[in-house]
């Protein structure tokens, strides 16, 4: 055929699979095979969670392995009475107030470091590859040096002080970089549209930025919350007298481990959840009296 | 025996959990049963023993005692601060996190658990201050392994860093180490056992006695050891000379030479595929033999019973000295003081020593399979039953206990290895740090990439 | 699109200030937490040591000359970039396809957030205690092998699912794929939804969509999430040490037995070196996509 009709044939073609697309009701196979891949994946990521809800349900003597040794809140119990030997209970609320801290110190710091490095400054670079620096350096030797720093200066380290720095010296380049890449998105024009109408600079960035940030600001919550949680080789040497969690655990290591920490994971689990459904609940009822009120303004 | 069965002069129980038994028969599944009934009677009298008058003063002092897990462990805390009037916190580190922080921040540790080794490391950084030795009152009980490096008439072994070795220095703040007895000591043991190897007697039909069977080609893929480069190699020394294949000088200080013949051999093992694993965690090595993975590995003793826990036959190789070959591996972790305790919390300091030593603790770690330096105190913490049990060797009048009350152990069970005495006098080499322990770490490395 | 008058028009002094201002307390934690610390470990790293922990102030390049010349540092870079590189493969691969299904097939703004939170749950028990748990699920009494046996496809148990490098490369996945998938789904729900629609309307392929448009789009994110794997991989030592049952090493667990033996010159040295080679890395990941030449238009 010619050049004119292979061109119709091909329009022909497009259109039809314009048409098919336009059916908003109708889902291609490949939905399927995301929605298996993620149902594999949450089930990878939820199996290693399944031992630990299943095995912290043992009783006295029980272990950390298959096969299950009867049925009891047993673990539940040790782990808020602390009968056997670790500080499971005070390592893992001083590692929740850290996280806490290190999350509001995170998301405060990167957000206004993001804000900072939207125009170029003096001395951009040094501060960025710093901060590289700051992010992979190793945390084991790192750890070290801030402990001799503070022995040398007469300070206590402590986890709320050295261990704090040292955590954000590691959470602050991750939440940075977030920022950056979600400030790169932002159109300019909205805030020099409000600009123009007056608004000032607090204002713009309280009613215009931070909206528009805020997956950004979320994923940086997140990250800072997750990565100073598990922290562990920086904190290794800087959280002082007292340990975190996962120091707590690793000394533990050393010696019979005991469920309670299975116990910890299934309360930490449920409190998740319970939290997230309340969330999401609240969420959804606001959701559905703003569509009730704007319908009943109709 | 009649005065511990006595226990109704003690009418608060120390734990708070279990109530002083009842029954004047007394019998000894109670007293088992509340080792906090026990320590309550104990804790009587150490409160008594110490000066009344100063117990107002020290009411604020709070030491910090930071170590390993198995030795600083937290119900020994508790337990010194009921006795004593004054705090006493526990934290615990992995074993080099701990020599690094007393090493970079001295000033934030009271007590310092160290091995023999890392003793004499502490004490060249000059981080250390000298324990008295007059001021300690149990220290002539102290077994003479540790004190004077002999026990009845036998030398103990000085491959490696022994404790008696690590132990002595000629004045308080010296930086080197004094080889003979004086009045200044770098640390007092706390806790220490001989190590050897764990099998499955089920599925290794043979009773063991040497090292040369953890590299027996028969046991190919299913044997272990661990991780730790200073003791793993030791564990292979060992297994190496027991099979003929070297003679070592000195197996706690190797040679370049020694070093690679011992890693160069542990990778052909490696690659012909003999070790399942080389484990890193105490309950990896639980796991290893509880599942059969291994049914031969290096052990801790406290491993071997966690296994028998759970019902699965396993048994601690006692692998005595002989042909001037085999032996155990021993290790003694002790307390030391941080050079900066001065007066009050000095004198804090050493009441804590003290009490350390006078049995409590003795009774507790004992039933974690771990010998305390000062029998004759412990003794006073344990049933005769356990004392036969986990000192003597003896067979087991009635079930073993662990030291949360559960049953480890049924009668008639004997612990592997014999006598205490006998374990120790058959100690071949210590826990140590070599003078090529850089070259070492590089070639362990070697190995583990291999 | 912003106004490209911004880059002719001259620099008020005014904003260096109020930069300056803003990244302060960025540099107020960067300085005593990471500058001076590396500037003491890189100083450490040219002195040589007494053997028991001490330092001489001698200057010395020994401890350099030893990171290089020896056979040992290239195999415990290949082993720990072997496992970086597959971990990344693997969570590009898979977080790439999760975050993409969130933001494009899921409708329900709510349902994509809850989702998503059910992804990060798992995170909120602490990660040693998740390590502690590969066991009873991949032992060969675990549940993965149980279950196998259990439904005849296997009848011995499979050894290779723990204390291998499968098992490490497991673990890094499981831990590290929720750092591709927040920054790749960030970079996925910017792309306006009309931009697709209009390719479709004019009878675009859904795999030219991908290949033209979602891609490039999501190229910040796929970056950056790269960046966050490598760093984090590059650096651990502990989930090599536990999970592969000590048959590997990476660069920092060697560095872990220098410094339990208190050598620390050589562990410096070592520390210097992999923190100049994994910067290295991400500079070379940044030049693909300039974050802060997007950013600072």
């Known amino acids: ?298 | ?450 | 699109m912003s106004s490209s008058a911004d880059i002719s028009r001259p620099k008020p002094a005014r904003g260096n200030i109020a930069s300056w201002f803003y990244v302060s307390p960025l540099v107020l934690v960067l300085v005593p937490f990471f500058v001076v610390p590396i500037l003491v470990v890189l100083v450490a790293s040219f002195l040589e040591n007494d053997a028991y922990g001490g330092i001489v102030a001698n200057f010395t390049l020994a401890n350099y000359a030893s990171v290089f010349t020896s056979a040992l540092t290239w195999k415990l870079y290949l082993s720990t970039i072997k496992f970086a590189v597959m971990t990344w493969v693997l969570s590009l691969g898979i977080g790439f396809w999760i975050a993409y299904f969130l933001v494009f097939h899921v409708r329900n703004q709510l349902l994509a957030i809850g989702l998503f939170l059910l992804c990060t749950v798992p995170f909120w028990t602490s990660n040693i205690i998740r390590m502690i748990s590969w066991i009873p699920l991949l032992g060969k009494n675990g549940l993965v092998n149980s279950a196998l046996m259990a439904t005849g496809v296997i009848d011995q148990p499979l050894e290779f699912l723990l204390f291998s490098d499968f098992a490490v490369v497991v673990a890094y996945a499981h831990q590290l794929t929720i750092f591709m998938i927040v920054p790749i789904f960030n970079a996925m729900s910017r792309i306006d939804k009309r931009t697709l629609e209009a390719a479709r309307d004019a009878g675009a392929s859904r795999l030219d969509i991908m290949r033209h448009i979602v891609v490039p789009l999501s190229r910040n994110g796929i970056a950056l999430g790269s960046i966050f794997v490598l760093s984090i991989v590059m650096g651990d030592f502990f989930v090599v040490k536990v999970m592969s049952g000590g048959g590997s090493a990476s660069v920092v667990s060697a560095l872990f037995e220098d410094i339990a033996v208190l050598q620390y010159p050589p562990a410096a040295a070592a520390a210097v070196v992999l923190l100049l080679v994994v910067v290295v890395m991400i500079a070379l990941i940044l030049r693909t996509v300039d974050v802060r030449k997007e950013l600072a238009r």
């Open chain 2, 1 to 450: 025996m009649s005065e511990r069965i006595d226990t109704k002069k003690v009418t608060t129980a120390v734990d708070g959990e279990v109530a002083a038994p009842e029954g004047v028969d007394g019998t000894r599944r109670s007293i088992l049963k509340g080792a906090a009934a026990v320590a309550g009677v104990a804790g009587a009298q150490a409160i008594t023993g110490f000066p009344l008058i100063w117990s107002q003063e020290i009411k604020n002092i709070e030491l910090r005692h930071v170590g390993v897990s198995y030795s600083v462990v937290k119900a020994i805390g508790d337990q010194a601060s009921k006795d004593l009037g004054f705090k006493v916190t526990m934290q615990n580190l992995d074993t080099s996190a701990s020599i690094n922080r007393f090493v970079t921040q001295p000033n934030t540790v009271d007590i310092a658990d160290v091995e023999g080794w890392q003793a004499k490391l502490a004490t060249k950084r000059g981080v250390l201050q000298g324990i008295e030795r007059k001021k300690i009152k149990e220290f002539e009980n102290i077994l003479p392994i540790f004190t004077k490096g002999e026990l009845s008439g036998k030398v103990v072994s000085r491959q490696g860093i022994s404790p008696y070795e690590a132990m002595y220095i000629s004045k308080p703040d010296a930086t080197e180490l004094h080889e003979g007895v004086t009045d200044w000591c770098t640390f007092l043991p706390q806790v220490y056992n001989a190590d050897s190897i764990g099998y499955r007697p089920d599925l290794i039909k043979k009773p063991i006695t040497e090292w040369k069977e953890l590299i027996n080609p028969e046991y190919k893929g299913k044997a272990a050891i661990l991780d730790v480069p200073a003791i793993g190699i030791m564990d292979a020394a060992l297994c190496f000379e027991s099979a003929g294949e070297i003679k070592y000088g000195n197996k706690g200080n190797m040679t370049k030479s020694e070093i690679d013949f011992t890693i160069n051999r542990l990778i052909e093992l490696k690659k012909a595929g003999h070790f399942r694993a080389t484990w890193t965690t105490f309950d990896q090595s639980v796991q290893l033999m509880a599942a059969g993975e291994v049914i031969i590995q290096s052990m801790w003793s406290p491993a071997v019973a966690a296994v028998r826990v759970k019902g699965i036959p396993c048994v601690y190789a006692p692998v005595n000295i002989k042909n001037g070959k085999e032996g155990y591996r021993g290790w003694c972790n002790g307390m030391a003081l941080m050079k900066h305790l001065s007066g009050k919390k000095l004198d804090a300091a050493y009441e804590y020593l003290n009490w350390y030593l006078s049995g409590w603790q003795g009774g507790f770690v004992a039933r974690y399979g771990y010998y305390s330096p000062v029998p004759s105190t412990a003794k006073k913490f344990l049933s005769a039953n356990e004392w036969d049990y986990w000192y003597e060797g003896k067979p087991a009048k009635e079930a073993i206990l662990d030291p949360y009350g559960v049953a480890m152990e049924k009668a008639g069970a004997k612990r592997d290895g014999g006598s205490f005495v006998e374990r120790v006098t058959n100690i071949s080499c210590w826990n140590t740090l070599m003078d090529e322990a850089q070259y070492m770490n590089k070639r362990w490395n070697d190995f583990k990439v291999a």
């Open chain 1, 1 to 298: 055929m010619n050049a004119t009709q292979a061109s119709i044939a091909d329009l022909a073609k497009r259109t039809r699979r314009a048409a098919k697309y336009r059916d908003e009701n109708r889902r291609p196979w490949t939905f399927w095979v995301l929605v298996a891949l993620f149902a594999a994946y949450v089930l990878a990521l939820y199996g290693p969670m399944l031992c630990i809800y299943v095995l912290s349900f043992q009783d006295l003597r029980g272990g950390l392995v298959f096969p299950m040794k009867g049925l009891s809140l047993h673990w539940f119990v040790d782990l808020f009475t602390q009968v056997r030997t670790g500080d499971v209970k005070g390592g893992f609320e001083r590692s929740i107030i850290l996280a806490i801290l290190v999350t509001v110190l995170t998301v405060v710091g990167s957000f206004m470091a993001g804000l900072a490095f939207r125009r170029r400054f003096r001395g951009d670079g040094i501060v960025f590859y710093l901060m590289i620096g700051s992010l992979v350096a190793p945390g084991l030797v790192l750890g070290i040096g801030i402990g001799l720093l503070f022995q040398y200066f007469g300070l206590t380290a402590s986890w709320y002080t050295s261990a704090l720095g040292a955590q954000l010296s590691w959470t602050l380049p991750f939440g940075v970089l977030v920022m950056f890449a979600v400030m790169s998105r932002f159109d300019r024009a909205w805030e020099e549209a409000a600009r123009d109408l007056g608004a000032s600079r607090w204002q713009i960035i309280r009613m215009i930025v931070i909206p528009i940030l805020a997956p950004g600001i979320v994923a940086v919550a997140l990250f800072g919350f997750t990565l100073s949680y598990d922290e562990f080789s920086r904190t290794l040497q800087t959280s002082g007298p007292l340990n975190t969690l996962p120091l707590e655990i690793w000394s533990m290591t050393l010696n019979v481990t005991s469920p309670s920490l299975y116990a910890l994971g299934t309360v930490t689990t449920l409190a998740s959840f319970l939290i997230i459904g309340v969330c999401l609940g609240a969420i959804a009822v606001m959701q559905k009296r703003r569509s009730n009120q704007s319908g009943s303004q109709q």
